[in-house]
Nanobody, 126 residues
Framework: QVQLVQSGGGSVQAGGSLTLSCAAF????????MGWFRQAPGKEREGVAA???????IYADSVKGRFTISQDNAKNTLYLQMNSLKPEDTAIYYC????????????????????WGQGTQVTVSS
């Protein structure tokens, strides 16, 4: 059974940094593409960053240069390093995973994922 367990998040002032983690259980980690999404109150879930099975990454324009997605295959863990945080980054953040291959630009679309973490709150104050 595929399970994604998130940790990290919390509250920080604008300009600060946070790291999110997503530990994966129950599947061959290296065969899945993975992504980070966020959902602010009253808004749709949006893709933040994703990584495919070749290790290629893609970022939303709003976080380019500030966020970094990475993974440790030995630990079956996905990370999102968030720097220079802004109040508009405030949201619940989710990790997601799905097996197989998709074109990189599709990995920021929530509908291509079947497995989701429990979500973690990130709050950035001004």
């Amino acid at each position: 059974q595929v399970q994604l367990v998130q940790s990290g998040g919390g509250s920080v002032q604008a300009g600060g940094s946070l790291t999110l983690s997503c530990a994966a259980f129950g599947y061959a980690y290296s065969n899945y593409y993975m992504g980070w999404f966020r959902q602010a109150p009253g808004k749709e879930r949006e893709g933040v960053a994703a990584i495919n099975t070749d290790g290629n990454t893609i970022y939303a324009d709003s976080v380019k240069g500030r966020f970094t997605i990475s993974q440790d295959n030995a630990k079956n863990t996905l990370y999102l390093q968030m720097n220079s945080l802004k109040p508009e980054d405030t949201a619940i953040y989710y990790c997601a995973a799905d097996p197989g291959f998709r074109l990189l630009f599709r990995l920021l679309v929530p509908e291509v994922y079947n497995y989701w973490g429990q979500g973690t709150q990130v709050t950035v104050s001004s």
